[in-house]
């Protein structure tokens, strides 16, 4: 039985060596998505033109939603939500899809010389060009409506880059479950919706209770969600003591991640 290694080393080193190989698939994911479309990869950019467009007219027109603190912009709360969307998008689609990833790849099981891990990889990086078409249109309306954005906008990679470990590193681990456990995609359907809820998306962290505001921090989207709107936003330098720890937290779950999937991918043949 083949060894591989689970050392946080690896986790890096099989990024490094195979990065031409995740950029392949990952361009092939997403032509894939948008193949036999009139349009194309050109949906990419309307649907997040098209969701923000809905946002901005339901949130201020239909509901009259203001976000606390706020001015009375019609277009505030739409910009401010779309944002907290674009965070969750990528750990819901990449969460989403973990379970199921070995098994959709079941034919590279078997090939030795196929580095499995990289799958969620692929997947992140689809994740990330949508996300970063809809980062784009988020920007381009506030051109629109408020003007230049925050130079405080820069500091939005220092925010997301431990964001993604932490995705990688719950990616690994449910792709790995998805394999032993098959009820797990359902069940992780089922979280990220209520995830959705629990998270200040729709609504700012603050307009809670503050008895019951703590058991939000808990959720580890808050801070991502929370820090991505105030860098871009409302232009607010981001809290460095909390994503320092955010850091540390991310790695420790990306390392876990990493080391239970290569622990467990042997077994995978045999089940499959």
Not at 31 to 43: A, E, K, N
Not at 73 to 88: C, P, Y
Request: with cysteine; charged share 15%; proline share 5%.
């Amino acid at each position: 039985m083949r060894v591989f290694s689970a050392s946080p080393r690896e986790m890096f080193a099989s990024l490094w060596r195979n990065r031409e190989l995740i950029k392949t698939s990952a361009k092939r994911e997403v032509h894939g998505r948008y193949r036999g479309s009139v349009m194309g990869i050109l949906w990419s950019f309307f649907n997040p033109v098209f969701m923000l467009a809905v946002y901005t007219f339901v949130f201020s027109e239909v509901f009259k939603a203001r976000w606390s603190g706020g001015g009375e912009s019609k277009s505030e709360f739409a910009l401010v939500l779309f944002a907290g969307l674009i965070v969750f998008n990528i750990f819901s689609e990449c969460i989403n899809r973990a379970p199921g990833l070995i098994l959709a790849n079941s034919n590279y099981v078997k090939k030795v010389v196929y580095p499995l891990e990289i799958l969620p990889w692929v997947t992140l990086l689809s994740a990330l060009f949508h996300a970063a078409i809809s980062l784009c249109v988020w920007l381009l309306a506030y051109v629109a409506f408020f003007g230049i954005p925050h130079a405080t906008a820069l500091y939005l990679p220092l925010i997301v880059l431990p964001f993604l470990l932490f995705v990688m590193g719950l990616s690994w681990a449910l792709a790995s479950l998805g394999v032993f456990l098959r009820d797990v995609s359902q069940l992780v359907g089922v979280i990220t919706t209520v995830l959705m809820f629990l998270s200040p998306i729709f609504y700012p962290a603050a307009a809670l209770p503050e008895d019951y505001r703590h058991l939000v921090y808990l959720n580890p989207l808050t801070p991502v969600i929370e820090q991505t709107r105030d860098v871009l936003f409302w232009g607010k330098s981001p809290e460095f003591v909390l994503m320092g720890w955010y850091w540390i937290f991310a790695l420790a779950i990306a390392c876990l991640g990493f080391a239970w999937f290569q622990k467990t991918r042997s077994g995978f043949a045999d089940v499959l």
